[in-house]
């Protein structure tokens, strides 16, 4: 299989933005766990963070092109508005997790609201870094039942 995780705007800023919520793992931490994940899975992969929305879109379409099974997607504070990587990922048909470090349904809220979630499979919130591989997996069971029919 072949999944892209794709990460939104100040997630670049992990480990030392709001400690106290998003905890001390750096971006780049993350994506080496994940990595050894998906690694030992035998999935192909690519890491994608921008804090420009328009580089997150021209990043969803490009999965099109390259054959991507599945996305994990943390849309960060462009989950409460942003149609356009809503209809980005309605456009390309693949399937997506959305994936938030911080439990968001019980911040501010604002923070409850995803436009991006209509457009996805499911959403995993509160569960820090392991959310991503939550995603993965649920991508991973999903796929495998597909292939099966």
Request: aromatic share 8%.
């Given at each position: ?47 994608f ?51 938030h ?25 509160g ?23």
């Amino acid at each position: 299989m072949k999944i892209w995780i794709i990460n939104g705007p100040n997630l670049n800023l992990l480990g030392t933005r709001e400690p106290d919520i998003y905890g001390t793992e750096t971006l780049e931490s993350i994506n080496r766990d994940i990595q050894r994940y998906l690694i030992k899975h035998g999935h192909l992969y690519d890491f994608f963070q921008s804090n420009s929305e328009g580089a997150l879109i021209d990043k969803i379409q490009e999965a099109l092109d390259e054959h991507v099974d599945g996305i994990v997607i943390n849309p960060a504070a462009y989950t409460h508005y942003s149609y356009a990587l809503h209809d980005a990922l309605k456009a390309v048909s693949i399937p997506t997790v959305e994936v938030h470090l911080s439990a968001v349904h019980a911040r501010e809220a604002f923070r409850k609201e995803s436009v991006i979630a209509p457009a996805c499979i499911g959403q995993i919130s509160g569960f820090g870094s392991t959310g991503y591989l939550l995603g993965i997996q649920a991508l991973e069971h999903l796929l495998s039942k597909e292939k099966k029919k």
